[in-house]
């Protein structure tokens, strides 16, 4: 069974900085659409960063010019550098990706297509003001 985990949550003041990271097991991330996404109490879950098989990335306008998305395919990891962390990032982080190859992300942020089934453990951030 494919599962993703992600990691590197914690509790920042306002402007700090946070690394996530994601390490799936039985999953290629260098084949696929895979992507940051967010739920914060209350809210409806949302895209925050897809990068796609040719390094092709995409950013949710709210994190744009202070996040970026990354991964390494030799250790089959993606990464999320979240820096000037704001009170409204604050929320649950998971990483997500798409069960097929070789498709492009085509604005999954976004639409969240359905291919998208592969999910694992969330991470926690918070930052405070």
């Known amino acids: 069974q494919e599962q993703l985990g992600a990691s590197g949550g914690g509790s920042v003041q306002a402007g700090g900085s946070l690394r996530l990271a994601c390490a799936p097991s039985?999953?290629?991330?260098?084949?696929?659409?895979i992507g940051w996404f967010r739920q914060a109490p209350g809210k409806e879950r949302e895209g925050v960063a897809t990068?796609?098989?040719?390094?092709?990335?995409e950013y949710t306008d709210s994190v744009m010019g202070r996040f970026t998305v990354s991964s390494d395919n030799t250790e089959n990891t993606l990464y999320l550098q979240m820096n000037n962390l704001k009170p409204e990032d604050t929320a649950m982080y998971y990483c997500?990706?798409?069960?097929?190859?070789?498709?492009?992300?085509?604005?999954?942020?976004?639409?969240?297509?359905?291919?998208?089934?592969?999910w694992g453990q969330g991470t926690q951030v918070t930052v405070s003001s």
């Open positions: 039985g999953y290629s991330i260098s084949r696929r659409c």
């Open positions: 990068i796609d098989y040719d390094g092709m990335t």
């Open positions: 997500a990706g798409d069960s097929r190859t070789w498709t492009p992300c085509g604005g999954a942020l976004h639409t969240l297509p359905s291919t998208f089934t592969t």
